[in-house]
């Protein structure tokens, strides 16, 4: 059972916390162009420090467009460094 095929692999490799900051940067248009909401703002509402949440968030979007990529059957590849 399970989600299938890039929405597995995201929750197998996601941390809670990196999904958690990730939805809510999402539900909270975080990443519109005019955002109408700060990483500060939400940091505070998830009890985290700004450079945390941007930390958590980075990590999740790194994880995402690699696994949107390789599930695209990109070529680009990266070390695993």
Do not use: C
């Not at 692999?9 to 700060?38: G, I």
């Not at 467009?65 to 680009?76: H, R, Y």
């Amino acid at each position: 059972g399970g989600p299938p095929g890039i929405a597995r692999t995201l929750r197998e490799a996601l941390t809670d916390r990196q999904l958690e900051t990730v939805q809510t940067a999402y539900l909270n248009y975080y990443f519109e162009w005019s955002r109408p909401v700060s990483g500060d703002e939400l940091a505070d509402s998830m009890g985290i420090t700004r450079s945390t949440f941007h930390q958590h968030l980075r990590a999740a979007q790194s994880k995402i467009i690699g696994a949107l990529l390789e599930e695209l059957g990109s070529t680009a590849s990266r070390d695993s460094a």
